[in-house]
């Protein structure tokens, strides 16, 4: 599997949570620094962003991948919409959480995020 990261780099034991959670192994891990400027369009930049990954239209749409998206929301949107364009569906996405009282902040895999299958259950209560 395929791990495309916009956010901060994985821990080894978010690496094995993810493992665990996808029920398959990390090949490879892209880690992408993102930092966009404020005064600046997103979508421009989610473009360059997502295009520093390297992979090719193939591999965007034919490669098991999980995304760790960026944390602030609107830059996470404008991610997924390009993420979308490229792959053909949405992207299963990692959500990480803080572990209690932890000091300092351990940050774990909270879940796997099958964005495709809500967007699915969404059409159906059209």
């Given amino acids: 599997m395929l791990v495309v990261n916009f956010s901060h780099p994985l821990a080894p034991h ?3 949570q ?3 959670a996808c029920g398959q192994a990390i090949d490879r891990v892209v880690d992408v620094r993102v930092q966009f400027r404020h005064e600046e369009p997103f979508a ?3 473009v360059t ?3 520093s990954a390297g992979l090719s239209g193939e591999e965007w749409q034919t490669r098991p991948l999980v995304v760790v998206p960026p944390a ?9 919409a390009e993420l979308h364009g490229r792959i053909g569906h949405f992207p299963p996405i990692v959500r990480l959480r803080p572990r209690p ?9 909270a879940e ?3 964005l495709q299958q809500l967007r699915e259950q969404a059409r159906e209560r059209r």
């Fill in 18 to 20: 993810l493992e665990q």
């Fill in 112 to 114: 796997v995020v099958n």
């Fill in 101 to 109: 009282d932890a000091t300092p902040p351990v940050f774990d895999v």
């Fill in 49 to 51: 962003a997502v295009e």
């Fill in 72 to 80: 602030l929301a609107p830059i996470a949107c404008a991610f997924l």
């Fill in 44 to 46: 421009g930049q989610a």
């Fill in 14 to 16: 978010q690496r094995e």
